[in-house]
T-cell receptor, first 117, second 109 residues
Framework: EAGVTQFPSHSVIEKGQTVTLRCDPI?????LYWYRRVMGKEIKFLLH????????ESGMPNNRFLAERTGGTYSTLKVQPAELEDSGVYFC???????????????FGPGTRLTVL | GQNIDQPTEMTATEGAIVQINCTYQ??????LFWYQQHAGEAPTFLSY????GLEEKGRFSSFLSRSKGYSYLLLKELQMKDSASYLC??????????FGGGTRVLVKP
């Protein structure tokens, strides 16, 4: 079974440009999460989809970030316009069910390393 | 606010035991996870605790005390491949994971 995949693995853009990150969750996983790790800091939650609906977007830093999950399958995270402080590693995770216990384990993708110059 | 603390780095010898501590103060607690992350790779699930006590899974064990806001991950019979970062994460509101900064473990021969 394929794990969570993310594209691209690396992206280098200039300040002011737009970048779109993509995440393909594990097939059948309704829950999809975006997290971010900026240099020297801990991984931080950005938002959570249940199917195509945003369940929790409390971690989104500002309105330059837009996440979508049309059709409830893959998700995109667009940063427009990108700023220097957006540099970091963006992780996507997915989980199968909405309940307590190890079954609710979140499976992580390898991340997209974004560098804004 | 949310606060999860773990040591930044630890060094141990191959074959030895290492214990990584994690203390947390969070608004809400729905379980504590430990993940392993090798450089440039995805964090991978190691263990989950929601009740007090010890969970054992092969060479890895994890302990939780909810009253103390404390957990540890115990790695036994260390192998070179165990050199990685170990992330403590608390599931708070909903399904959101709040992470500590991670502990980098270096295993020496």
């Amino acid at each position: 079974e394929a794990g969570v995949t993310q594209f691209p693995s690396h992206s280098v853009i200039e300040k002011g440009q737009t970048v779109t990150l993509r995440c393909d969750p594990i097939s059948g996983h309704d829950n999809l999460y975006w997290y971010r790790r900026v240099m020297g800091k801990e991984i931080k939650f950005l938002l959570h989809f249940v199917k195509e609906s945003k369940q929790d977007e409390s971690g989104m830093p500002n309105n330059r970030f837009l996440a979508e999950r049309t059709g409830g399958t893959y998700s995109t995270l667009k940063v427009q316009p990108a700023e220097l402080e957006d540099s970091g590693v963006y992780f996507c995770a997915s989980s199968q069910v909405w309940r307590e216990g190890p079954d609710n384990e979140q499976f992580f993708g390898p991340g997209t390393r974004l560098t804004v110059l | 606010g949310q606060n999860i603390d773990q040591p930044t780095e630890m060094t141990a010898t191959e074959g030895a035991i290492v214990q990584i501590n994690c203390t947390y103060q969070t608004s809400g607690f729905n379980g504590l996870f430990w993940y392993q992350q090798h450089a440039g790779e995805a964090p991978t699930f190691l263990s989950y605790n929601v009740l007090d006590g010890l969970e054992e899974k092969g060479r890895f064990s994890s302990f939780l005390s909810r009253s103390k806001g404390y957990s540890y991950l115990l790695l036994k019979e260390l192998q070179m491949k165990d050199s990685a970062s170990y992330l403590c994460a608390v599931k708070t509101a909903g399904n959101k994971l709040t992470f500590g900064g991670g502990t980098r473990v270096l295993v020496k021969p």
